[in-house]
Nanobody, 116 residues
Framework: QVQLVESGGDSVQPGGSLRLSCAAS????????MAWYRQVSGKQRQLVAT???????NYVGSAKGRFTIARDNSKNTVYLQMTNLKPEDTAVYFC??????????WGQGTQVTVSQ
C-alpha cells in the first residue's frame, strides 16, 4: 500500500523559508523520479519541481531560483527547501512519484501559508 506523508508546512512571513519533507512507502522509492506539487483551494494541482532517480532537479515557474528539491533514497524521503517565500506560494503541498499512468494515491499534503 502506497503511503505519502508530507510534513514541514507552516505559516511564515514573506521572505521566510521552510523545508518540506515527504516520507514515501509502499513502492521502490529509488526506482522512481519524484515531484512536488501544490494546490490552492478550488484550483488544479500544479507541478512545482521534479527530481530524477539520480538526483537531477527541475523547477517550474516561480520555483526557479527559490526552491531546491532533494531526495534521500536511504530514507525514502524527498525534500523541498523553499526560500524567499511569497504570498502566492500559499497552498497545500503534495509529493508523489512520477509514473505512467499517473498515480491515483496521494497523501494529505502539508499547508504552507505566507502572510504578514
Amino acid at each position: 500500500q502506497v503511503q505519502l506523508v508530507e510534513s514541514g508546512g507552516d505559516s511564515v512571513q514573506p521572505g521566510g523559508s521552510l523545508r518540506l519533507s515527504c516520507a514515501a512507502s509502499g513502492f521502490i522509492f529509488s526506482n522512481y523520479p519524484m515531484a512536488w506539487y501544490r494546490q490552492v483551494s478550488g484550483k488544479q494541482r500544479q507541478l512545482v519541481a521534479t527530481i530524477t532517480t539520480t538526483g537531477a532537479p527541475n523547477y517550474v515557474g516561480s520555483a526557479k531560483g527559490r526552491f531546491t528539491i532533494a531526495r534521500d533514497n536511504s530514507k525514502n524521503t524527498v525534500y523541498l527547501q523553499m526560500t524567499n517565500l511569497k504570498p502566492e506560494d500559499t497552498a497545500v503541498y503534495f509529493c508523489n512519484r512520477i509514473d505512467m499512468p499517473p498515480p491515483l494515491d496521494w497523501g494529505q499534503g502539508t499547508q504552507v501559508t505566507v502572510s504578514q
